[in-house]
């Protein structure tokens, strides 16, 4: 008898699908709980399965967390897609890439702290680093051809300094999210009205060639 | 007899002065071999003593690791007391603290390691949250202490927004030291000559009001 006749529910598991639904219990549970919350016990509680299953799929905490911070850029990814899609100015663009940057809200906040643990694992561990610097890649590069068809539309000036102004506005971001989770100050900060903007709006009139000599 | 007879070298240990020789073996071993490296037997290795004598003054790793932050956090004020006793303008004041912030020799590059350690660590550990919290705090006095001397005495424009300016300054510093470590492209960018001077010049150009529209 063929192993696929006689068999009513497929007996095949879409493995792929189960990971990406333990990455996504991973994340929900540092969204809700912080990321000492993120065990494989309670991942796999999350799901409603055995610890046994999830180690199938994950060996020790490290693997899940890496699972969640891959999971994460993929979100993160797809929320750049969303934005550029969208049918606004190349500077409401940017300002929304920056904004999904900064924890506003229980979701980002999650994510800051797990993108945050794994800078920190990628100063020792190079598959982290590898990760991280995928990541970086991949925030400049949406960037980077915001501003681009923003000049070729003629919104923004030709003659923006396009690497660095990526590059300061992606270092403060990054910076201002970090901090915004350890201090006060800078969460007060970067939940002004209208900060992220302001950001876009420094970094590109900022980067335009002539004296900036105060 | 008293027990201060009779005995030539006096056995008054400086505790405090021992505690911090142990954190500096621990920020140079931090420096030379990274993070990984600084256990309590290599920190004791380091300085001439039994793992032992270290145990009397550190009763864990992540003891260690703390007095080496409070130590770093301590060393940068030093820097940041050299750099305003300087005879030197605001501007190359600013410049130089941002300068000392990022990871341009093995000596920052230990420390901004141990930063990013510790900020990872104060998303889940209250005190270590507190003491990133007190070092962003005094960065920050410094700059804006710095800028409003330079506003006094007129070499920088009066209508600077002080805290914004100030913000960004700090933000971008900060990502951009963390991007560095673990990504090249922020590596070669930070390194180019003049890098912080040019983020001191955006930061101050940016933060004057009237419209940033580009």
Same mark, same amino acid.
């Given at each position: ?32 709980? !912080? ?12 799901? !409603? ?104 539309? !003629? ?60």
């Amino acid at each position: 008898m063929n192993e696929r006749e006689g068999v009513s529910v497929p007996k095949v598991v879409d493995h792929e699908q189960r990971r990406l639904e333990l990455a996504d219990a991973a994340l929900a549970l540092a969204a809700r709980d !912080g990321l000492a919350a993120v065990t494989t016990r309670a991942t796999a509680a999350e799901c !409603g399965w055995s610890t046994g299953v999830l180690n199938h799929y994950f060996s020790s905490r490290n693997e899940l967390l890496s699972a969640a911070l891959r999971r994460a850029g993929d979100l993160q990814q797809q929320t750049y897609a969303r934005i550029l899609a969208d049918n606004a100015t190349a500077r409401d663009k940017l300002t929304a890439i920056t904004e999904s940057i900064l924890p506003l809200d229980p979701r980002r906040l999650a994510l800051t702290r797990i993108f945050l643990f794994f800078y920190a694992q990628g100063a020792a561990d190079e598959g982290a680093r590898v990760e991280i610097a995928g990541f970086l890649d991949r925030w400049r590069t949406v960037l980077h051809d915001t501003v681009c068809s923003g000049q070729r539309s !003629g919104e923004l000036p030709a003659d923006i300094q396009t690497a660095s102004a990526v590059f300061a506005l992606q270092a403060m971001a990054d910076g201002a999210a970090f901090e915004a989770i350890l201090d006060p100050v800078a969460m007060d900060t970067i939940r002004q009205d209208g900060f992220a903007a302001r950001c876009v709006d420094h970094a590109l009139a900022a980067h335009r060639p002539g004296p900036h000599h105060t």
